[in-house]
């Protein structure tokens, strides 16, 4: 009860949804319009002159009516894109416990050093002569990497965590076919608490995946692999942490199994973040692994980018990089475009090295921390997962019992049997409470699962609050105050959208309303 303490809101006062006003605006919070819908094609924030007449190459395929853009004045305009950003939620705004693609504070000093001159600027056709701070920043970072994770090489290249999985996969398929086994070995496997991502990198580069089932404590059984393994198989593609939270124990058992078979091991490194500084996955027999920067290292997330997911190799693997890499040392060190020699790498997956901006906020999160800090972040990152666990025990059903997690509680739907309530109610009406809802309905393995990642940086005191909430709601929904939920949000800018008709008739296209 403890939200409502502080809060005027009486939820009898529900029906407060149903008051109209003229504006559409509900208080300070105002309705928004389209761009297209408050613009006026006449009215301009610039001075623009007028072009000057050409005669046009393209003859009757000219447009023959205005283009239709919207005009506004300067502070119309700044209003516009001022409530639209009202209405997202962020990071910055508050908790954001989005478990298995963790939203984490990105700390203003990175964001400081990525707008260093040098870095912001850097161009990636500039000659490398002109810029050796870039290139020992990039030596730096790949030091620090291959230092935590206990690996040989890594390849800094790959955008994004998917893109880092089909980055691996590739130097593996590299590795397989410079022994002349391109042919038999087509299998990958991949464990059913592995990311979803995991089996379409694996297809994309024409591996056929096997998928191998959970054991029922959630992780997955050496003995499954076992006899899951043959001459066929090419690689297992493990998440460890899995998405249900839990560290595979039999990590190593299982990479023993794979290398007996002449297999490699792929590590899902998304979720690196639980278990850096504590353990490097190299001495795991990890062959291949990508890492969130984001996730990890707190680069800024999300809207495609520009991202950055590294790839760390083996010794097995480490002739298979992609190409560019950084060679030589001190006045020597420089970047590799082209293969030389004997090397095998299996060319680019990318056109240029990278991105830099996300390179300097990774190793400014790394040295503002130190490898003291960065254990501490893991622990603090399952601390205050385990924190909400044990806080929420007695009202939700956990699917593994009362087992420890790392970095994201997990809980299933079980308790809400017999409420008629779902998991997607009890979601929604978290943003009544001005929380964004943590991920539901994965893991596939668990069923109405709620997948909650509080991240290293929330206070206790942003956990209580958010503990107490979540009580609160769970109270209510055992106690049979179904309207709160069935028809929730009440309170969000727009209500509970009908999920099924989005999906399968999408108006992806705006049409002008008739004048």
Known sequence: MMNRQTRPIDFDGIKMQERKTLTGNRALQMEEALIFEIGRPEVSGVDIEAPVPIQSRIGSLARKDPIGLPGLSE??????????????????????????????????????MARLPGFADVHPLQPQSTVPGALELMRELAHWLMTLTGMQAVALSPKAGAHGELCGMMAIKAAIESRGEAATRRIVLVPQSAHGTNPASASLIGFETRSVP???????????????????????????PNTCGLFEKDISEIAEILHDAGAYFYCDGANFNAIMGKVRPGDLGVDAMHINLHKTFSTPHGGGGPGAGPVVLSER???????????????DLHLVEHAEGDARAFGRITAFHGQMGMFVRALAYMLSHGADGLKQVSEDAVLNANYIRVSLDDLLSSPFGGRACMHEALFDDDWLKDTGLTTLDFAKAMIDEGYHPMTIYFPLVVHGAMLIEPTESESKASLDLFIATLRDLATAATSGELERFQEAPFLAPRRRLDETRAARKPILKWTKPLS
């Open 214 to 240: 959970a054991r029922a404590d959630g992780t997955v059984d050496p003995d499954a692999v076992r006899k899951l393994v043959g001459p066929e198989v090419a690689a297992i593609m493990l998440t460890n």
């Open 75 to 112: 502070p119309e305009c700044i209003r516009h894109y001022v409530r639209l950003s009202q209405k997202n939620y962020s990071i910055d705004a508050g908790l954001y416990p989005l478990g298995s693609c963790t939203m984490k504070h990105n700390p203003r000093l990175n964001e400081r």
């Open 317 to 331: 693997l480490a002739p298979f990089a992609p190409l560019p890499y950084l060679a030589g040392e001190g006045a």
